[in-house]
């Protein structure tokens, strides 16, 4: 009995901490920007129920992984630049 309610009691502080996501279109550019460089790697919303994770640079992706830069609504630009995603590269990316 211990142990449910343990994991009752987990998810509903994970379901508490989703629902607390940061947003972008919340923070003006700079501030998103700013965010990213002070962290190195988040998970940020970019409005409604959409949400990725954005990184500094390189060394907050996998070994096989390469960055794309992402641009995401913020409060005060539709498309700021602010920072990059990770993303696996296809091999049509080694063969053009």
């Known amino acids: 009995?211990?142990?449910?309610?343990?994991?009752?009691?987990?998810?509903?502080?994970?379901?508490?901490?989703?629902?607390q996501r940061l947003s972008t279109t919340?923070?003006?550019?700079?501030?998103a920007r700013d965010f990213i460089a002070?962290?190195?790697a988040a998970v940020l919303g970019t409005g409604g129920y959409t949400y990725d994770r954005f990184v500094r640079d390189r060394s907050f992706?996998?070994?096989?992984?390469?960055?794309?830069?992402?641009?995401v609504p913020t409060r005060d630009?539709?498309?700021?630049p602010i920072g990059y995603r990770c993303i696996e590269p296809s091999l049509d990316d080694w063969f053009d």
């Open 26 to 31: 919340t923070m003006t550019c700079g501030q």
């Open 77 to 80: 630009t539709p498309a700021c």
């Open 1 to 19: 009995m211990f142990r449910f309610a343990t994991a009752i009691a987990l998810s509903l502080v994970a379901t508490a901490a989703s629902a």
């Open 38 to 40: 002070a962290r190195g």
């Open 61 to 71: 992706c996998e070994p096989t992984e390469v960055t794309q830069q992402a641009f």
